[in-house]
């Protein structure tokens, strides 16, 4: 399993910005897709964003337009930028990394983000 290590995150008010990170120590991180997933209490985790290898993007239809997935494999790292925050998007974020399959490969250990109306 290819372990991952997420920073970032917190607290924020609706309206405001904040991002997530995922890093990964193994040079191999490169040829996976990364997915972003979100849990709140009580609720079934959902698919937020995916980037692929080739930096191809698509998000879940609630963050369109507010949230920014990227990569950086010089650094092994994936981020999700999350901008005009709305209190829905109160969650524990999780990154993956995924085969051509979708397929995780490992996890992050998770962010908790809270956003305050």
């Known amino acids: 399993q290819v372990q991952l290590i997420q920073s970032g995150g917190g607290l924020v008010q609706a309206g405001g910005s904040v991002r997530v990170s995922c890093a990964a120590s193994r040079s191999i991180f490169s040829i996976y897709t990364v997915g972003w997933y979100r849990q709140a209490p009580g609720m079934q985790r959902e698919l937020v964003a995916r980037i692929t290898s080739d930096g191809v993007t698509n998000y879940v239809d609630s963050v369109k337009g507010r949230f920014t997935i990227s990569r950086d494999n010089a650094k092994n790292t994936a981020y999700l930028q999350m901008n005009s925050l709305k209190p829905e998007d109160t969650a524990v974020y999780y990154c993956?990394?995924?085969?051509?399959?979708?397929?995780?490969?490992?996890w992050g250990q998770g962010t908790q983000v809270t956003v305050s109306s």
């Open positions: 993956d990394v995924e085969d051509l399959g979708f397929r995780p490969q490992g």
